[in-house]
């Protein structure tokens, strides 16, 4: 049963930096694409970014050139860079994963893990 971990939550000041990672445990993340969705009180669950097998990346405007998703296969480890931290970030942070290409929609993919909260004060 792969299980997927979030770390690396915490309070960021607005301007401010902060780096997630996303672990698996069981079977790698080999061929899987993996996404970094975010969830606001009283909000949908909603897309960050997602990374493919490939390398390539994809972003929600809302995050371009804000964040960077990236991948270590060697490590089974996605990696999400947060700069420029708004505090409309504020959410709680979840990595999920999927076989096959990327998605936007969170029920396209089939693990998740337990999330990790990334508030932001102003």
């Known amino acids: 049963q792969v299980q997927l971990v979030e770390s690396g939550g915490g309070l960021v000041q607005a301007g401010g930096s902060l780096r997630l990672s996303c672990g698996a445990s069981?079977?790698?993340?080999?061929?899987?694409?993996v996404g970094w969705f975010r969830q606001a009180p009283g909000n949908e669950r909603e897309f960050v970014a997602a990374?493919?097998?490939?390398?390539?990346?994809y972003y929600a405007d809302s995050v371009k050139g804000r964040f960077t998703i990236s991948r270590d296969n060697a490590k089974n480890t996605v990696t999400l860079q947060l700069n420029s931290r708004k505090p409309e970030d504020t959410a709680v942070y979840y990595c999920?994963?999927?076989?096959?290409?990327?998605?936007?929609?969170?029920?396209?993919?089939?693990?998740w893990g337990q999330g990790t909260q990334v508030p932001v004060s102003s």
């Open positions: 999920a994963r999927r076989f096959g290409g990327p998605s936007v929609v969170p029920g396209a993919y089939t693990t």
């Open positions: 990374i493919p097998w490939s390398g390539n990346t």
């Open positions: 069981g079977r790698p993340f080999s061929f899987y694409s």
